[in-house]
Protein backbone atom coordinates (compact mmCIF):
# COMPACT_ATOMS: atom_id res chain seq x y z
CA UNK A 1 0.00 0.00 0.00
CA UNK A 2 0.79 3.27 -0.77
CA UNK A 3 0.20 6.56 0.64
CA UNK A 4 0.04 10.56 -0.11
CA UNK A 5 1.78 12.62 2.76
CA UNK A 6 2.74 16.25 2.06
CA UNK A 7 2.69 15.85 -2.14
CA UNK A 8 5.21 12.65 -1.52
CA UNK A 9 4.45 8.61 -2.71
CA UNK A 10 5.25 6.10 0.46
CA UNK A 11 5.46 2.95 -0.14
CA UNK A 12 4.64 -0.19 2.40
CA UNK A 13 7.57 -1.97 3.63
CA UNK A 14 6.88 -4.63 1.51
CA UNK A 15 7.12 -3.26 -1.27
CA UNK A 16 10.41 -0.86 -0.41
CA UNK A 17 12.10 -4.28 0.06
CA UNK A 18 11.72 -5.51 -3.36
CA UNK A 19 12.73 -1.88 -5.12
CA UNK A 20 15.70 -2.49 -2.47
CA UNK A 21 16.87 -5.44 -3.50
CA UNK A 22 15.27 -6.60 -6.78
CA UNK A 23 15.26 -10.45 -7.44
CA UNK A 24 18.92 -11.62 -8.74
CA UNK A 25 16.36 -13.69 -11.86
CA UNK A 26 15.27 -10.22 -13.00
CA UNK A 27 19.24 -8.53 -13.61
CA UNK A 28 20.12 -12.26 -14.62
CA UNK A 29 17.54 -12.47 -17.48
CA UNK A 30 17.43 -8.98 -18.63
CA UNK A 31 21.05 -9.07 -19.59
CA UNK A 32 20.74 -11.68 -21.45
CA UNK A 33 17.68 -10.43 -23.31
CA UNK A 34 19.79 -7.20 -23.98
CA UNK A 35 22.75 -9.24 -25.00
CA UNK A 36 20.11 -11.25 -27.49
CA UNK A 37 18.57 -7.59 -28.75
CA UNK A 38 22.09 -6.06 -29.51
CA UNK A 39 22.95 -9.80 -31.18
CA UNK A 40 19.71 -9.47 -33.22
CA UNK A 41 20.52 -5.98 -34.46
CA UNK A 42 24.16 -7.06 -35.39
CA UNK A 43 22.72 -10.16 -37.39
CA UNK A 44 20.42 -7.91 -39.21
CA UNK A 45 22.84 -4.88 -40.25
CA UNK A 46 25.06 -7.75 -41.77
CA UNK A 47 21.88 -9.24 -43.98
CA UNK A 48 20.61 -6.17 -44.54
CA UNK A 49 21.93 -4.25 -47.56
CA UNK A 50 21.72 -0.49 -49.03
CA UNK A 51 22.55 -0.01 -52.43
CA UNK A 52 25.08 3.11 -53.44
CA UNK A 53 23.58 5.14 -55.86
CA UNK A 54 25.40 8.10 -58.16
CA UNK A 55 22.22 9.67 -60.10
CA UNK A 56 22.78 11.58 -63.24
CA UNK A 57 20.97 12.35 -66.33
CA UNK A 58 20.72 10.00 -69.04
CA UNK A 59 19.90 9.73 -72.96
CA UNK A 60 18.48 6.69 -75.02
CA UNK A 61 18.85 6.58 -78.23
CA UNK A 62 19.77 3.98 -80.74
CA UNK A 63 23.04 2.76 -81.77
CA UNK A 64 23.36 4.23 -84.67
CA UNK A 65 23.01 8.09 -83.43
CA UNK A 66 20.69 10.36 -85.54
CA UNK A 67 22.64 12.92 -87.24
CA UNK A 68 22.35 16.22 -87.03
CA UNK A 69 22.69 18.62 -89.26
CA UNK A 70 24.16 21.94 -88.46
CA UNK A 71 24.27 25.14 -90.53
CA UNK A 72 28.43 25.09 -91.74
CA UNK A 73 27.88 29.13 -92.14
CA UNK A 74 25.64 32.18 -91.07
CA UNK A 75 23.80 32.94 -94.29
CA UNK A 76 20.88 32.53 -95.94
CA UNK A 77 19.48 29.08 -97.52
CA UNK A 78 18.97 29.11 -101.61
CA UNK A 79 17.60 25.89 -101.54
CA UNK A 80 16.06 22.68 -100.33
CA UNK A 81 16.34 19.64 -101.74
CA UNK A 82 14.03 16.90 -99.69
CA UNK A 83 10.99 17.07 -98.31
CA UNK A 84 9.92 16.62 -94.51
CA UNK A 85 9.83 13.49 -93.15
CA UNK A 86 10.94 11.88 -96.79
CA UNK A 87 13.65 8.80 -96.78
CA UNK A 88 17.41 9.88 -97.52
CA UNK A 89 20.49 7.96 -98.93
CA UNK A 90 23.80 8.44 -98.18
CA UNK A 91 25.34 11.42 -99.16
CA UNK A 92 21.98 12.68 -100.34
CA UNK A 93 22.06 16.59 -100.81
CA UNK A 94 19.61 18.27 -98.51
CA UNK A 95 20.10 22.08 -98.39
CA UNK A 96 22.72 24.52 -100.50
CA UNK A 97 23.49 27.63 -99.21
CA UNK A 98 23.51 31.08 -101.13
CA UNK A 99 26.74 31.34 -102.81
CA UNK A 100 27.89 32.60 -106.32
CA UNK A 101 27.33 28.99 -108.11
CA UNK A 102 24.28 27.79 -110.10
CA UNK A 103 24.31 24.55 -107.19
CA UNK A 104 22.84 22.93 -110.96
CA UNK A 105 25.91 23.39 -112.70
CA UNK A 106 28.11 22.09 -109.60
CA UNK A 107 25.85 18.92 -109.32
CA UNK A 108 26.30 18.33 -113.25
CA UNK A 109 30.15 18.93 -113.03
CA UNK A 110 29.92 16.69 -110.10
CA UNK A 111 28.25 13.85 -111.80
CA UNK A 112 30.61 14.41 -114.97
CA UNK A 113 33.51 13.75 -112.99
CA UNK A 114 32.39 11.27 -110.57
CA UNK A 115 31.58 8.84 -113.96
CA UNK A 116 34.33 9.94 -116.38
CA UNK A 117 37.77 8.09 -117.19
CA UNK A 118 40.02 10.31 -117.71
CA UNK A 119 42.69 8.49 -118.91
CA UNK A 120 40.30 7.04 -121.82
CA UNK A 121 37.42 9.61 -122.61
CA UNK A 122 37.28 13.01 -123.51
CA UNK A 123 36.11 16.00 -120.83
CA UNK A 124 32.37 17.04 -122.51
CA UNK A 125 33.50 20.66 -121.80
CA UNK A 126 29.91 21.38 -124.07
CA UNK A 127 27.89 20.21 -120.97
CA UNK A 128 29.06 22.85 -119.41
CA UNK A 129 29.68 25.82 -121.89
CA UNK A 130 27.18 28.53 -119.88
CA UNK A 131 27.72 27.11 -116.69
CA UNK A 132 28.17 29.38 -113.27
CA UNK A 133 30.43 27.61 -111.03
CA UNK A 134 31.68 30.54 -108.73
CA UNK A 135 34.54 29.42 -106.34
CA UNK A 136 34.83 26.41 -108.27
CA UNK A 137 35.67 28.50 -111.59
CA UNK A 138 39.35 28.97 -111.26
CA UNK A 139 40.07 25.22 -110.75
CA UNK A 140 37.64 24.57 -114.25
CA UNK A 141 39.06 26.55 -115.89
CA UNK A 142 43.15 25.96 -115.26
CA UNK A 143 41.90 21.84 -116.20
CA UNK A 144 40.20 23.25 -119.15
CA UNK A 145 43.16 24.53 -120.22
CA UNK A 146 45.48 21.51 -119.47
CA UNK A 147 43.21 19.50 -121.46
CA UNK A 148 43.79 21.53 -124.39
CA UNK A 149 47.36 21.42 -124.09
CA UNK A 150 47.26 17.52 -124.03
CA UNK A 151 44.60 17.50 -126.94
CA UNK A 152 46.76 20.17 -129.39
CA UNK A 153 50.18 17.65 -128.29
CA UNK A 154 48.14 14.69 -129.53
CA UNK A 155 47.27 16.15 -132.12
CA UNK A 156 49.91 18.26 -133.65
CA UNK A 157 52.46 15.97 -132.35
CA UNK A 158 55.66 19.34 -132.69
CA UNK A 159 58.58 16.49 -131.56
CA UNK A 160 56.93 14.05 -133.94
CA UNK A 161 57.49 16.56 -136.52
CA UNK A 162 60.34 17.26 -135.69
CA UNK A 163 62.19 13.63 -135.27
CA UNK A 164 60.13 12.82 -139.18
CA UNK A 165 62.23 15.87 -140.46
CA UNK A 166 65.46 14.48 -138.95
CA UNK A 167 64.95 10.95 -140.03
CA UNK A 168 64.76 12.58 -143.63
CA UNK A 169 67.83 14.16 -143.75
CA UNK A 170 69.38 11.37 -142.27
CA UNK A 171 68.31 9.60 -145.05
CA UNK A 172 69.69 11.84 -147.15
CA UNK A 173 72.98 11.92 -145.38
CA UNK A 174 73.35 8.22 -146.09
CA UNK A 175 72.43 7.97 -149.63
CA UNK A 176 75.21 11.12 -149.99
CA UNK A 177 77.92 9.26 -148.38
CA UNK A 178 76.65 5.90 -149.84
CA UNK A 179 77.71 8.00 -153.57
CA UNK A 180 80.68 9.36 -151.78
CA UNK A 181 82.01 5.71 -150.60
CA UNK A 182 81.42 4.81 -154.27
CA UNK A 183 83.23 7.84 -155.87
CA UNK A 184 86.10 7.34 -153.38
CA UNK A 185 86.27 3.56 -154.97
CA UNK A 186 86.75 5.81 -158.60
CA UNK A 187 89.42 7.99 -156.74
CA UNK A 188 91.53 5.31 -155.71
CA UNK A 189 91.54 3.90 -158.83
CA UNK A 190 92.43 7.21 -161.04
CA UNK A 191 94.73 8.11 -158.00
CA UNK A 192 96.40 4.40 -158.69
CA UNK A 193 96.86 5.17 -162.66
CA UNK A 194 98.13 8.83 -161.82
CA UNK A 195 100.60 6.86 -159.63
CA UNK A 196 101.88 4.34 -162.58
CA UNK A 197 102.12 6.97 -165.54
CA UNK A 198 104.18 9.28 -162.99
CA UNK A 199 106.42 6.37 -162.51
CA UNK A 200 106.81 5.64 -166.25
CA UNK A 201 107.13 9.15 -167.11
CA UNK A 202 110.34 9.47 -164.45
CA UNK A 203 111.60 6.27 -165.78
CA UNK A 204 111.25 7.46 -169.04
CA UNK A 205 112.88 11.02 -168.11
CA UNK A 206 115.92 9.01 -166.92
CA UNK A 207 116.75 7.22 -169.95
CA UNK A 208 116.09 10.58 -171.67
CA UNK A 209 112.85 9.87 -173.18
CA UNK A 210 110.05 12.69 -171.83
CA UNK A 211 111.58 16.03 -171.00
CA UNK A 212 111.24 17.55 -167.51
CA UNK A 213 109.02 19.73 -168.61
CA UNK A 214 106.63 16.70 -169.56
CA UNK A 215 107.64 15.19 -166.40
CA UNK A 216 106.58 17.72 -164.07
CA UNK A 217 103.58 18.30 -166.01
CA UNK A 218 102.62 14.49 -165.14
CA UNK A 219 103.58 15.25 -161.47
CA UNK A 220 101.23 18.16 -161.16
CA UNK A 221 98.18 15.59 -162.62
CA UNK A 222 99.28 13.01 -159.68
CA UNK A 223 99.07 15.76 -156.96
CA UNK A 224 95.71 17.10 -158.63
CA UNK A 225 94.46 13.31 -158.10
CA UNK A 226 95.64 13.07 -154.94
CA UNK A 227 94.10 16.19 -153.46
CA UNK A 228 90.67 15.44 -155.11
CA UNK A 229 90.60 12.07 -153.40
CA UNK A 230 91.83 13.34 -149.71
CA UNK A 231 88.75 16.13 -150.54
CA UNK A 232 86.82 13.28 -150.79
CA UNK A 233 88.17 11.58 -148.05
CA UNK A 234 87.61 14.99 -146.12
CA UNK A 235 83.97 15.29 -146.90
CA UNK A 236 83.24 11.82 -146.22
CA UNK A 237 84.57 12.01 -142.43
CA UNK A 238 82.37 15.48 -142.29
CA UNK A 239 79.17 13.17 -143.53
CA UNK A 240 79.83 10.79 -141.25
CA UNK A 241 80.16 13.65 -138.24
CA UNK A 242 76.42 15.27 -139.20
CA UNK A 243 74.97 11.58 -139.49
CA UNK A 244 76.31 10.94 -135.69
CA UNK A 245 75.43 14.24 -134.50
CA UNK A 246 72.10 14.00 -136.65
CA UNK A 247 70.98 10.55 -134.90
CA UNK A 248 71.99 12.29 -131.31
CA UNK A 249 69.40 14.75 -132.42
CA UNK A 250 66.91 12.60 -132.94
CA UNK A 251 67.67 10.26 -130.03
CA UNK A 252 67.41 13.67 -127.79
CA UNK A 253 63.91 14.61 -129.57
CA UNK A 254 62.62 11.40 -128.98
CA UNK A 255 63.62 11.91 -125.33
CA UNK A 256 61.85 15.46 -124.89
CA UNK A 257 58.91 14.07 -126.89
CA UNK A 258 57.96 11.45 -124.44
CA UNK A 259 58.49 13.81 -122.04
CA UNK A 260 56.59 16.14 -122.89
CA UNK A 261 53.89 13.87 -123.53
CA UNK A 262 54.25 12.62 -120.32
CA UNK A 263 54.26 16.22 -118.26
CA UNK A 264 51.01 17.36 -120.89
CA UNK A 265 49.48 14.31 -119.61
CA UNK A 266 50.77 14.58 -115.39
CA UNK A 267 49.37 18.30 -115.71
CA UNK A 268 46.07 17.50 -117.17
CA UNK A 269 45.78 14.44 -114.41
CA UNK A 270 46.55 16.69 -111.97
CA UNK A 271 43.95 19.62 -113.05
CA UNK A 272 41.44 17.09 -112.95
CA UNK A 273 41.61 16.34 -109.46
CA UNK A 274 42.13 19.50 -108.39
CA UNK A 275 39.34 20.37 -109.76
CA UNK A 276 37.38 16.97 -108.30
CA UNK A 277 39.04 18.79 -105.04
CA UNK A 278 37.17 22.20 -105.64
CA UNK A 279 33.91 20.74 -105.72
CA UNK A 280 34.29 18.77 -102.82
CA UNK A 281 35.78 21.97 -100.97
CA UNK A 282 32.64 23.68 -102.17
CA UNK A 283 30.06 20.83 -100.94
CA UNK A 284 31.34 21.18 -97.50
CA UNK A 285 31.20 24.67 -97.37
CA UNK A 286 27.62 25.28 -98.59
CA UNK A 287 26.08 22.05 -99.32
CA UNK A 288 24.45 19.93 -96.27
CA UNK A 289 23.94 16.16 -97.09
CA UNK A 290 23.44 13.17 -95.16
CA UNK A 291 25.82 10.81 -93.57
CA UNK A 292 23.70 7.91 -93.30
CA UNK A 293 20.61 6.53 -94.47
CA UNK A 294 17.21 6.98 -92.80
CA UNK A 295 14.30 9.46 -92.27
CA UNK A 296 14.87 13.52 -92.16
CA UNK A 297 12.98 15.17 -89.85
CA UNK A 298 13.13 18.75 -90.33
CA UNK A 299 13.96 20.80 -86.75
CA UNK A 300 11.42 23.51 -87.98
CA UNK A 301 9.37 24.92 -91.16
CA UNK A 302 12.53 26.28 -93.61
CA UNK A 303 12.18 27.87 -96.62
CA UNK A 304 14.27 29.51 -99.42
CA UNK A 305 16.00 32.59 -98.60
CA UNK A 306 15.76 32.40 -95.13
CA UNK A 307 18.81 33.24 -92.40
CA UNK A 308 20.00 30.92 -90.21
CA UNK A 309 23.44 30.85 -87.92
CA UNK A 310 26.43 28.85 -88.25
CA UNK A 311 26.61 25.81 -85.76
CA UNK A 312 22.69 26.09 -86.08
CA UNK A 313 21.16 22.76 -86.24
CA UNK A 314 19.03 22.72 -89.03
CA UNK A 315 17.89 19.17 -89.63
CA UNK A 316 18.11 14.97 -88.07
CA UNK A 317 18.36 11.75 -89.65
CA UNK A 318 16.53 9.20 -87.91
CA UNK A 319 19.00 5.65 -89.30
CA UNK A 320 16.36 3.03 -90.84
CA UNK A 321 18.71 0.58 -88.77
CA UNK A 322 18.61 1.44 -85.48
CA UNK A 323 20.94 -2.23 -84.81
CA UNK A 324 18.91 -1.66 -80.85
CA UNK A 325 18.95 0.96 -78.01
CA UNK A 326 21.74 2.02 -76.01
CA UNK A 327 21.93 4.97 -73.20
CA UNK A 328 23.98 7.96 -73.25
CA UNK A 329 24.99 8.83 -69.51
CA UNK A 330 27.13 11.75 -67.79
CA UNK A 331 27.78 11.10 -64.42
CA UNK A 332 30.03 13.87 -62.00
CA UNK A 333 33.53 13.76 -61.79
CA UNK A 334 32.25 13.20 -57.77
CA UNK A 335 32.29 9.68 -56.49
CA UNK A 336 32.84 9.05 -60.78
CA UNK A 337 35.76 6.55 -59.13
CA UNK A 338 33.24 3.80 -58.13
CA UNK A 339 31.37 3.81 -61.44
CA UNK A 340 32.80 0.43 -63.28
CA UNK A 341 31.74 -1.46 -66.40
CA UNK A 342 28.82 -4.34 -65.56
CA UNK A 343 27.59 -2.25 -62.98
CA UNK A 344 23.50 -2.07 -62.51
CA UNK A 345 21.69 1.16 -63.81
CA UNK A 346 17.81 2.35 -63.00
CA UNK A 347 16.33 4.64 -65.62
CA UNK A 348 13.44 6.62 -64.97
CA UNK A 349 12.53 8.22 -67.90
CA UNK A 350 11.12 11.81 -67.73
CA UNK A 351 7.71 11.60 -69.67
CA UNK A 352 6.92 7.89 -68.44
CA UNK A 353 5.99 8.35 -64.48
CA UNK A 354 8.04 6.15 -62.42
CA UNK A 355 4.87 4.55 -60.89
CA UNK A 356 2.61 3.85 -63.27
CA UNK A 357 5.18 2.47 -65.88
CA UNK A 358 7.80 1.22 -63.89
CA UNK A 359 11.89 1.45 -64.56
CA UNK A 360 14.41 0.38 -67.07
CA UNK A 361 17.03 -1.13 -66.21
CA UNK A 362 20.49 -1.25 -67.57
CA UNK A 363 24.06 -2.50 -67.49
CA UNK A 364 27.06 -0.20 -67.82
CA UNK A 365 29.40 -1.40 -70.86
CA UNK A 366 31.87 1.46 -71.15
CA UNK A 367 33.16 4.60 -69.19
CA UNK A 368 35.65 7.15 -70.74
CA UNK A 369 38.71 7.45 -69.12
CA UNK A 370 38.90 11.63 -69.08
CA UNK A 371 36.00 13.66 -68.25
CA UNK A 372 34.71 16.34 -71.27
CA UNK A 373 34.97 19.77 -71.38
CA UNK A 374 31.62 20.08 -69.12
CA UNK A 375 34.00 17.98 -66.69
CA UNK A 376 31.62 14.72 -67.01
CA UNK A 377 32.37 11.37 -66.76
CA UNK A 378 31.11 9.65 -70.37
CA UNK A 379 28.96 6.47 -69.98
CA UNK A 380 27.82 3.59 -72.28
CA UNK A 381 24.69 1.49 -70.50
CA UNK A 382 23.30 -1.40 -72.38
CA UNK A 383 20.06 -2.01 -72.44
CA UNK A 384 19.28 -5.91 -72.24
CA UNK A 385 15.82 -5.96 -72.40
CA UNK A 386 15.54 -2.80 -74.62
CA UNK A 387 12.63 -0.52 -73.68
CA UNK A 388 10.33 -2.91 -71.64
CA UNK A 389 10.16 -1.56 -67.97
CA UNK A 390 9.88 -3.18 -64.50
CA UNK A 391 5.95 -3.29 -65.08
CA UNK A 392 6.62 -5.73 -68.36
CA UNK A 393 5.58 -2.29 -70.19
CA UNK A 394 6.82 -1.59 -73.84
CA UNK A 395 7.78 1.97 -73.84
CA UNK A 396 7.26 3.16 -77.53
CA UNK A 397 10.52 4.53 -78.79
CA UNK A 398 11.26 8.07 -79.39
CA UNK A 399 14.96 9.53 -80.31
CA UNK A 400 16.81 10.75 -77.77
CA UNK A 401 14.41 9.88 -74.68
CA UNK A 402 15.85 11.86 -71.59
CA UNK A 403 15.43 10.72 -67.93
CA UNK A 404 17.30 10.27 -64.54
CA UNK A 405 19.79 6.78 -63.60
CA UNK A 406 20.87 5.64 -60.61
CA UNK A 407 23.76 3.95 -60.89
CA UNK A 408 23.92 0.88 -58.41
CA UNK A 409 27.80 1.19 -57.83
CA UNK A 410 27.89 -1.46 -54.93
CA UNK A 411 25.65 -2.92 -52.19
CA UNK A 412 27.26 -2.05 -49.03
CA UNK A 413 25.74 -4.10 -45.68
CA UNK A 414 24.64 -1.74 -42.96
CA UNK A 415 27.06 -2.91 -40.79
CA UNK A 416 29.96 -2.04 -43.07
CA UNK A 417 28.32 1.66 -43.54
CA UNK A 418 28.50 2.15 -39.77
CA UNK A 419 32.35 0.81 -39.38
CA UNK A 420 33.22 3.65 -42.43
CA UNK A 421 32.16 5.94 -39.83
CA UNK A 422 34.26 4.76 -37.28
CA UNK A 423 37.05 3.72 -39.64
CA UNK A 424 37.44 7.77 -40.19
CA UNK A 425 37.55 8.63 -37.02
CA UNK A 426 40.21 6.00 -35.60
CA UNK A 427 41.88 6.14 -38.99
CA UNK A 428 44.26 9.16 -40.21
Do not use: C
Not at 88 to 102: D, G, M, Q, R, Y
Not at 131 to 145: C, H, M, R, V
Not at 223 to 240: F, H, N, P
Amino acid sequence: MEEIKDGLKIYSEEVHDILSDPPKSIQKWGNSILFIFIIILLLISWFIKYPDIITSQIIITTNIPPQKIQAKLSGKIEAILVKDRSEVKLNTPIAVFENSANYKDVFALKNILNTINIKKTEFPFEKLKYSQLGDIESAFTNFQKENTADQLNTELRPYKVEGDAQNYESIQLKERLHLLESQKEINESELTIQTNDLNRYELLFKKGIYSTQEVEKQRLLYLQAQKGYKTLLSTISQLKSSLNELNKNNKTTQINERKEDSNVNRNKIQAFYQLKNAVKEWELKYLLSSATNGIINFLQLWSRNQPVEAGQILFSIIPKDQNGYIGKLKAPVLNSGKIKPGQKVNIKLLNYPQKEFGIIKGIIIKKSLTPDKEGNILIDVNLPRGLETSYKKNIPFQQEMQGTADIITEDLRLIERLLYQFKSVFVK
